[in-house]
């Protein structure tokens, strides 16, 4: 009819948001709007979120969180003092005897030790020994004081023998494990002087050469001599 025109009941832009028009179907525009709808939504959770603070309402809740944090007991699974300090596997210093097969001297790695390389004046060097079982199957040794000998020399001069002045030897049988080291349960403190059997009771033995001198410790237990002597300076 001349000077009709439809009217579809809504606002143009009402009937713009309802009926999308473009080329491509309703459907994409629908998809479209959703997404935008559902991040501004997002959006404006994130903002109540932040403004709301959940779980930090007041202060004394923040306080105990924070407490709670700084107040975590300590790692009680962690090994304690006396488990890192356990001592090795050391000689027997009292009168022992074990069973089984004789240890192979030449399965039996003995080394000398010294506590330090270098020793200032007054300082005296602690000397110790460790056996390790170089075989496979499990062995005896005799390694109590009375098979042990500890010498220092010096060039080709013998300054000191554990031996000279001992006093109550002991026989102390050891079973050595495969690759498991036995070591002294007490070092040797040497005091820096010459050894004779006859000085053993003098009240001042002679000094043996210092500033800077270079010594050797070599140890032999039940015969078997360690592969190589330990070197350390006196000061």
């Known amino acids: 009819m001349p000077g009709f025109v439809a009217f579809d009941g809504y606002p143009e832009g009402m009937s713009t948001i309802k009926h999308p028009v ?26 109540l979120l932040i403004v709301i603070r959940p779980g930090s309402s007041n202060g004394a809740t923040g306080a ?28 027997p210093e009292e009168e ?3 069973e089984g097969e004789a240890c192979d001297p030449k399965k039996v790695q003995v080394e000398a030790i010294t506590d330090a390389v270098d020793y200032d004046p007054g300082q005296n060097p602690q000397l110790s020994l460790t056996l390790t079982n170089t075989g496979k199957a499990s062995c005896v040794l005799n390694a109590g004081t009375r098979a042990q000998m500890f010498t220092i020399t010096s060039g080709e001069e013998s300054y000191w023998a554990s031996t000279d002045c001992q006093k109550d030897p002991v026989d102390a049988q050891v079973t050595l494990e495969p690759g498991v080291p036995v070591s002294s349960a007490t070092p040797i403190n040497w005091d820096r002087t010459r050894s ?11 000094a043996v050469p210092a500033g800077g001198a270079s010594y050797h410790l070599t140890v032999s237990v039940d015969g078997i001599e360690s592969a190589s002597p330990k070197q350390f300076l006196l000061y």
């Not at 473009?22 to 903002?47: C, D, E, H």
């Not at 004779?196 to 002679?206: H, S």
């Open 196 to 206: 004779a059997v006859d000085t053993c009771d003098a009240p001042n033995r002679e």
């Open 22 to 47: 473009g080329p491509q179907s309703s459907k994409v525009y629908w998809r479209r709007r959703l997404v935008v709808g559902l991040g501004l939504l997002a959006v404006l959770v994130v903002i």
């Open 64 to 91: 105990a969180a924070t407490g709670a944090a700084t107040d975590v007991p300590a790692n009680t699974d962690s090994p304690d003092a006396s488990a890192t300090d356990a001592p090795a596997n050391t000689i």
């Open 96 to 98: 022992t005897a074990v």
